[in-house]
């Protein structure tokens, strides 16, 4: 039998053998009420093992956990004052390797080899990380990426900074097909006439290309538009009445290499593009959905490149829409499956997805970052939904998704706080996640519908740069 059969046969006999080791009784979940602070339910399924609080100066309200990116056996976790690498050979056991303190919000995160990118959309007095905040106003203000050599994971150095307009939200990392290169795309909104580096309109993205071979030269090479006939017009409002933010911008930006295409979550609008030339993206289909989406977030494809999962944050991540006033089909996920072929190819929606359980109305829930566990022919995620807490879900058929499994704790208080997980993504066997307040957590989940995914192992993992697992 060759490895590949040993390896079928392995995976089958795993999967006979699995339900009778998680057959035996479980800590089972409260089905019933809202939980109470920090109080903890969740499906039979999932567990937690390790939680590390944040360690000062990040300890404190304000310094919120974000994005989250892994390179071999590190996690690399955002925070609005900085970053912290984690060793994560032993999940059960994460240790802090280092911690670089950097304000300038949300300083998402991705990873390339020794290279880490940080991204700052918070206007301050210069590019170095003794900055302070200055108004957008001033010319001389500053936003954009940082980028930091890693080769000593214990001494993080800085070596370089692009300023970008209306600084960078969040930012994509993307290699380049024709060499060792990278690219950055890297989203941003919010123009005012006011401002000198992000006035109106702002229909565009960022392109920085970063020299393998000399990454301290990174420079932007491209400021494609990407409607150049505008975007969606907004929807006026208050919330939770039908509001619909205008497109001035991407939020956030998903790629398929390999397949050369990207989705992009902006604002007012779902977009789905051609990036065969890195510096020259095209648009090739533009879908909204004024009645349920507020604000195009973020993107995820399924495994075959066939599917694009949009998450809708109704409410700016700072409210809560996980109840029955909001209802199931806003502040939600979208499901669309990717027809056609080429040029012709768009997106069609399919259903939403959203949390089951009812959240307190001191608990920010709403759809947020997560990536897909790489299943054998399935396409199951794992997502944070803030105070909703962690949930699994599989969308493999697009028009009937469901919940396989959940881990969340009650309200952190009793007046509505910005808090829970802001990412939680699958990698090499444990699901990791980012909580804004509580900190590093390690989760497990046991089910035979997911026992394939053990024996998938990355390198890297960039939640927003996909590659094909199967």
């Known amino acids: 039998m060759g490895a590949k059969g040993r390896s079928l046969a392995l995976l089958a006999a795993a999967a006979v053998a699995l339900p009778m080791i998680i057959s035996t009784p479980a800590a089972a979940a409260d089905q019933g009420g809202i939980p109470g602070i920090d109080e903890v339910r969740h499906s039979w399924n999932i567990r937690q093992l390790a939680s590390v609080p944040k360690q000062a100066p990040f300890n404190v309200p304000e310094a919120l956990n974000t994005d989250l990116a892994f390179s071999g056996d590190k996690a690399i976790v955002g925070n609005y004052n900085g970053f912290t690498i984690y060793d994560i050979r032993n999940p059960r056991k994460p240790k802090l390797i280092s911690q670089v303190s950097c304000p300038g919000g949300q300083n998402d995160v991705s990873v390339s080899g020794n290279l880490v990118f940080l991204s700052t959309d918070s206007s301050r007095s210069d590019n170095s990380c003794n900055s302070v905040s200055k108004p957008a106003s001033e010319k001389d203000a500053w936003e954009g990426i940082k980028i930091f050599d890693i080769s000593d994971a214990r001494a993080p150095k800085y070596i370089a900074a692009v300023e970008t307009n209306c600084g960078s939200h969040t930012h994509t990392l993307v290699p380049d097909n024709k060499s060792k290169d990278l690219y950055l795309y890297v989203s941003s909104y919010g123009p005012r006439a006011e401002f000198p580096d ?144 080429g040029d012709n190819r768009k997106l069609e929606f399919r259903s939403y997805f959203k949390i089951p359980r009812p959240n307190a109305e001191s608990e920010v829930c709403v759809a947020h970052n997560g990536s897909l566990i790489p299943v054998l022919g399935k396409d199951i995620m794992v997502q944070a939904w803030y105070q909703g807490g962690i949930s699994v879900w599989d969308f493999t058929d697009s028009a009937r998704p469901k919940e396989i499994g959940y881990w969340e704790r009650g309200p952190v208080s009793n007046t509505l706080t910005t808090a829970g997980p802001w990412s939680t993504y699958y990698y090499n066997g444990h699901i990791y996640s980012s909580d804004i307040e509580k900190g590093f957590e390690v989760l497990e989940i046991i089910d035979p519908r997911v026992l394939s995914a053990k024996f998938v192992r990355m390198k890297e993992l960039n939640a927003q740069t996909q590659t094909r697992f199967w």
Not at 264 to 280: H, V
Not at 303 to 317: A, H, P
């Open 198 to 341: 992000c006035s109106p309109p702002h229909d565009l993205i960022s392109i920085i290309k970063v020299p393998a071979k000399n990454p301290a030269a990174a420079a932007i090479v491209a400021k494609p538009v990407l409607f150049p006939d505008g975007g969606n017009p907004g929807v006026g409002g208050t919330f939770p009445d039908k509001i619909v933010a205008a497109t001035s911008g991407c939020h956030d930006i998903t790629v398929y290499p390999s397949k050369d295409l990207a989705a992009g979550a902006c604002m007012g609008d779902g977009i789905l593009f051609d990036i065969k030339n890195r510096e020259k993206p095209r648009v090739i289909n533009q879908v909204r959905d004024n009645e349920h989406f507020a604000f195009w977030h973020s993107a995820t494809f399924n495994n075959e490149g066939t599917k694009v999962v949009f998450t809708d944050e109704l409410g700016g991540g700072g409210r809560a829409t996980c109840n029955e006033q909001i209802g199931p089909e806003r502040g939600a996920d979208g499901v669309y499956d990717i027809t056609g072929r």
